[in-house]
T-cell receptor, first 113, second 118 residues
């Protein structure tokens, strides 16, 4: 089973709201990722967790705050977002941080009003 | 610096035609990994294939085949007898090894939108 689940599927939030995106995998993967994807563009890496520790932060604004409570769960906390943050947010996992394919979830389509 | 180029932005074919999606990459690493992903209109990226830099053997999986040539830094993807369900955006990606963090990053190409018409 190569399934990564993400909730919610869609999210509309105002610029003063606080919300969270959730990602879960039960494949025993030790690396998890958050990506942001705008229309007609490739995914852009935001964060990488390797063995539950944040290993890469691609200079993402602090209004995005990742959290990895355990090896199966990954959250992305959102606060005071801007309209330009509207995008598809994709979570992925891989067996190991290096050399393996990443398996992606279906994404959360976020709209900031 | 690592880079992936997919020169074809959009391709349109009629069902049952063969189609090749081009991917050219740049890297200074001797050990690297290449991938193809499919993104249908639903949005989820679907993993298709991984190839490491030491394995230049071509691969065939049903109607899909991949041609890896290190001499030209290319990793092309061919769909034989295309079907409407093949309509999607296809991304080629290169795995960058960040040794300081022992973490791999995927460097994506810009993607090729394939439309297969009935």
């Amino acid at each position: 089973d190569t399934e990564v689940t993400q909730t919610p599927k869609h999210l509309v939030m105002g610029m003063t709201n606080k919300k969270s995106l959730k990602c879960e995998q039960h494949m025993g993967h030790r690396a998890m990722y958050w990506y942001k994807q705008k229309a007609k563009k490739p995914p852009e890496l935001m964060f990488v967790y390797s063995y539950e520790k944040l290993s890469i932060n691609e200079s993402v604004p602090s209004r995005f705050s990742p959290e990895c409570p355990n090896s199966s769960l990954l959250n992305l906390h959102l606060h005071a977002l801007q309209p330009e943050d509207s995008a598809l947010y994709l979570c992925a996992s891989s067996p190991s941080p290096t050399g393996y394919e990443q398996y992606f979830g279906p994404g959360t389509r976020l709209t900031v009003t | 610096a690592q880079k992936v180029t997919q020169a074809q932005t959009e391709i349109s074919v009629v069902e049952k035609e063969d189609v090749t999606l081009d991917c050219v990459y740049e890297t200074r690493d001797t050990t690297y990994y290449l991938f193809w992903y499919k993104q249908p209109p639903s949005g989820e990226l679907v993993f298709l294939i991984r190839r490491n830099s030491f394995d230049e053997q071509n691969e065939i999986s049903g109607r899909y085949s991949w041609n890896f040539q290190k001499s030209t830094s290319s990793f092309n993807f061919t769909i034989t007898a295309s079907q409407v369900v093949d309509s999607a955006v296809y991304f080629c990606a290169l795995s960058e090894l960040v040794w300081s963090g022992n973490t791999g990053k995927l460097i994506f190409g810009q993607g090729t939108t394939l439309q297969v018409k009935p």
